[in-house]
C-alpha cells in the first residue's frame, strides 16, 4: 500500500542527486582544472586521506552500479566479454572494463578522466586486485596498494592495526605525496575525520530509525541511498555534512508523523512484514525489484550491504585524535572483511534488535566476498532466531542474471510462508 | 420435483507451465472433483476448462454418493460411474466434434479457398462424419486413449484422414490441416458450462439401453441418482489460485497463494506424515520442508535456469524421438550407467548426439541423464534442510520410474532410509493445497 509520489519528494534526495551530478561534473573536467585523480574502491575508501592531498576519487563499483541502474551495464559487459572475459568474472569489473573500452562515458554522460594513480585500500576481494591489475595494463600510472588482513575472528588487533598504519606511511602516503606534489598534512586530515564523524553519527541515526515501528525508512532499498554520499566522495566533507544533517531532520519528521518509507510509488502507509536482508541489491532492475518487496508491504529494517563501507552502527568512528590508526581500522572493518561467525552474529543481532519478522539474503553472482557461505549463514541464523530464511538469486548489474518471475514469486512465497507461520495455518 | 440440494464447495487452481489442474472439496475437505487442461497461452481459458472439468467430476462424485446412499444401487455404483462417465465423454466428444465441423466449415468460408470451396466444405464435413462414426471405439470398456484432451485424441485422426483424402494436385494436406490449426483454437477455447446437464441425460439413456442387467426398479433409481447430481447446487464459496500464472487469475490477491506453500499443504494432505517435498515441474524444481500442519518451513528453487526440470527430459524424448513417457523404462534397462554430468537444456542434445556417436548406448545413456537430474535435485534438497522421513515426490516427473529409482538411490545413499510417498493424482498436489487454503481461509473467517 503506498499513496502518491508528488508530496513525498525529499530535500535530501534532491541534494544528494544534485551531489552526484557534480562530482561527475568535477571528474569531467579534472584534468583541465589542473586536478589530479585516484581510482579507488568503496570498502576500505581512504576518501579523507585522498581529498587531504586535493586529490579527487574516482570509485569504479559505484560507476558500474550507477551504469547499472542507468541500463547500460548490459552493453559494458557484452563489451567485456568481446575482449574475452568470461562470463563467471565479476560484472562490476566487466561493467568498468567495458565503459572504458567504450569511450569511457561516465554513468552521467560525461567522460570520467584517467587516474593519476590506482589505490587498493581494501585487499579482502581478491577481484578487486585483479580489477587494477587489468586497468593498469590501460593506464600507465603508479599503483598504491595496501594489505589489509582479514578479520576471522571479528576482532581488530593491534598488531593488525600498526601493520596497516606502516604501510600509509612508507607505502601509501609517499605515492600520494608525489603525485599530488604536496606534502601529508595531518591538521587538515584530522579536520575532515571531525566532520566524517560528525555525518557518521548522523547516519547511524537515520540507519536506527528504523527500529521504530513504522520504520520511517527502507534501510535496504531506500538504505542504498543514504549510505551514498557517505560511501563515495564525500566522507569528510561540508556537502556530506549537510546531506546528514538534512537527512536525519527529515528522516525524525516522519518519525514523529509516524510515516512509513518513501519508494518511488510513494509513501507506504502500511507495514505488515520487517525483515533484515543480506547481500547487496540488483542494481539492472532495481526499482522493480524493490517493488516486489513494497507492494507486500515489506519493509527492510536492517541490511548488511549498508555496511560494506563501515560499521559505523557498531560504534565505529573517524577519529581526528588517531587518524591513520582510524583509517586503518576502518579499512579492516569492513563488513565482507568479517569472518562467517561475525556476519551471522551481526544478522542475529540485527534480527533481534530490529524485531524483524523474516530474514532474507540476496545471492549475487558476481560477489565471492559476500556469497560464500550465505547458505550456512541462512541455516545459523534460522536456528538462532527461529525465524525462516528467505534466498533469492540475482547479480549485481548483469541483466542477464535476473528473472523477475522467479525472484517474485520466491519472495511472494516467502512472505506467504512467514505469514502462514505467523496466523498458526489460517491465511489471509 | 423435489428442491435441488445444496454443497458448499473450495477450489483450488493451479495454472502450471505445462497444464492448468483444478480440484474442487466438499465443505468436509474431501475431494468432489479434478479437471485438467494443457495451459496453452491463454490462462483465462485454461482455467475456466478446467474447472468445468472439476465441476464436471464432481457431479459424478455425487452421483456415486446418492447411488452408495441407495440400499438398491449400493455396490454397483463404482463400474456404474466408470461406465457412465466413458458414455458421458463419448457424447462430449461428439458435442466437441460438431463444434470442430462449424469452426472448420467457418475457417473455409475464408475468401483464399474461394477457387474450391464447395469441395474443400465436402472433404472437411466427410472427415468429421468418419470422426464421428468411429468416436465410440475410443470410449469403449478398457480402451486406451493416448490423451484426454480434445486437442491430441481428434487431432491425431484428423491427421491420418488429411493425409488419406489430401490430393497432392488440388486440395492438398496442408490446406486441411491449416483449416484444422485454426479450427482447433476455437473448440477448445469454447467451453460449455452446461456439458454436464446437457449431455449426461442421453449418456445415461444410452447406457441403459445397452443394458447390463438393471432392473426396472434399478434404473428408475439411477435415473433419479442422476438427476439428483445434475440438479445439486454448487455454491462456490472461495478458490484460491496457484502456480506462474496465477497473477492473471481472475480474483482478489487475498485469494491467490504461492504454489510452494500449496504444494506443501497438498502434499501434507495427501501424506499426512510428510516433512520434505520434491516437486519436479515443467520449469522448475522446488525442495520443501513442511511441519506436522503442513506448514512451509524452507525451502530452495532452481535459480535462474530450467536445467534437470521436466522441459529437459522433454528435450531428450524429442531428441531420441521417444515419447517422454517411455524414457523411464528405457533408462531402467540400462546395465552401465553413462556418468553425465550436465543437466543444461540448452547443450541435451549436442550432449546426446556426441555420446550416441562414441557409441554409448541410449538406454545406459538415459540412465545417466536420469542420475543427473536427481543429483540436481539433491543439492537443492540439502540446500532446504535435506531429506527428512517422510518425503513426497511430487510434478511430472515422478511419474518417470528411471527418475524415482535414482531418487530413492540417492536418499539411501546421502540420508539412510526414508519412506518414498508417491501419489497418482501427484500432478494434483498443488491445486489440491489450493483448495484446501481456500477452505481454511473461509473458515477461519467464519470463526
Known sequence: MTRPVDADKDRSMELQKEMIAGMFDDLATAHEDGKKVVYTFVPGNLTELIRSFDLLPVLPEINALQSGMRKLSGGYITEAEKQGHSEDVCTYVKCDLGMLKKGNVGPTGKRLPEPDLLLLSYTGCFTFMKWFELLKQEYDCPVAMLHVPYQPDGKIHDHQREYIVKQMRTELIPKLEQVSGKKYDEDRLKEMLAKSAKAEDDLVHVLESAKNRPSPIDAYFGGVYYIGPMFTAFRGSDQGLEYYRLLREEVDARVAAGLGPVTPDGTMTKEKFRLVVEGPPNWTSFREFWKMFYEEDAVVVASSYTKVGGLYDRGFRHDPARPLESLADYCLGCYTNLGLPSRVELLEEYVKEYEADGFMINSVKSCNSFSAGQLLILRQIEERTGIPGGFIESDLVDPRYFSAANIKNRIESYLQMLEQKRGAGVGA | ?447
Open chain 2, 1 to 447: 420435483m423435489s428442491e435441488p440440494q445444496k454443497k458448499d464447495i473450495f477450489i483450488g487452481i493451479d495454472l502450471g507451465s505445462t497444464t492448468t489442474k483444478a480440484v474442487i472439496l466438499d465443505d468436509g475437505g474431501e475431494i468432489l472433483g479434478r479437471g485438467i487442461t494443457n495451459s496453452r497461452s491463454n490462462y483465462d481459458v485454461a482455467c475456466r476448462i478446467a474447472r468445468e472439468e472439476a465441476f464436471i467430476r464432481a457431479r459424478f462424485s455425487l452421483a456415486e454418493n446418492a447411488m452408495r446412499a441407495d440400499p438398491l444401487l449400493s455396490g454397483l455404483e463404482s463400474t456404474f460411474i466408470r461406465r457412465l462417465e466413458d458414455s458421458f465423454k463419448l457424447h462430449q466428444y461428439r458435442g466437441e466434434l460438431e463444434h470442430l465441423r462449424e469452426a472448420l466449415q467457418a475457417a473455409a468460408g475464408n475468401a483464399r479457398h474461394f477457387a474450391y470451396q464447395a469441395d474443400f466444405r465436402n472433404i472437411l464435413n466427410e472427415i468429421v462424419d468418419r470422426m464421428v462414426e468411429t468416436a465410440p471405439a475410443l470410449f469403449e470398456p478398457g480402451a486406451s486413449r493416448k490423451s484426454d484432451f480434445f486437442r491430441d485424441l481428434a487431432g491425431a485422426e484428423y491427421m491420418q484422414l488429411a493425409e488419406a483424402m489430401a490430393d497432392p494436385k488440388g486440395i492438398n494436406f496442408e490446406t486441411i490441416v491449416g483449416a484444422y490449426d485454426s479450427a482447433i483454437l476455437t473448440v477448445e477455447n469454447t467451453s460449455d458450462e452446461e456439458s454436464f446437464k446437457s449431455h449426461i441425460g442421453a449418456a445415461l439413456e444410452l447406457l441403459l439401453e445397452n443394458g447390463s442387467g438393471e432392473t426396472a426398479e434399478q434404473s428408475a433409481h439411477l435415473r433419479a441418482a442422476i438427476e439428483t447430481a445434475r440438479n445439486y447446487n454448487l455454491n462456490e464459496l472461495v478458490t484460491v489460485g496457484t502456480g506462474y500464472g496465477r497473477q492473471r487469475l481472475p480474483f482478489p490477491k487475498e485469494w491467490i497463494r504461492s504454489e510452494i506453500l500449496c504444494h506443501g499443504l497438498g502434499a501434507h494432505a495427501m501424506f499426512p506424515d510428510t516433512a520434505t517435498v520434491l516437486d519436479i515441474g515443467g520449469q522448475d524444481t522446488k525442495a520443501i520442508q513442511v511441519d506436522d500442519k503442513g506448514i512451509v518451513t524452507s525451502f530452495q528453487m532452481n535459480d535462474r535456469c530450467a536445467a534437470g526440470c521436466g522441459r529437459y527430459l522433454g528435450y531428450i524424448a524429442d531428441e531420441m524421438n521417444l515419447g517422454l513417457h517411455e524414457l523411464g523404462p528405457l533408462a531402467q534397462r540400462s546395465t552401465h550407467r553413462v556418468k553425465i554430468n550436465s543437466t543444461c537444456t540448452v547443450f541435451a542434445g549436442a550432449e546426446l548426439r556426441d555420446r550416441l556417436g562414441m557409441g554409448q548406448r541410449r538406454e545406459d545413456i538415459l540412465a545417466g541423464l536420469h542420475r543427473a537430474i536427481m543429483l540436481r535435485a539433491m543439492s537443492l534438497l540439502a540446500r532446504s534442510g535435506g531429506v527428512k522421513d517422510e518425503f513426497t515426490f511430487t510434478g511430472g516427473v515422478a511419474n518417470n520410474p528411471a527418475a524415482v529409482d535414482a531418487l530413492v538411490d540417492l536418499v539411501e545413499q546421502n540420508y539412510g532410509a526414508r519412506k518414498l510417498n508417491i501419489s497418482p493424482d501427484s500432478i494434483y498436489t498443488g491445486a489440491l493445497g489450493g483448495a484446501l487454503f481456500a477452505m481454511r481461509d473461509y473458515q477461519g473467517a467464519q470463526a
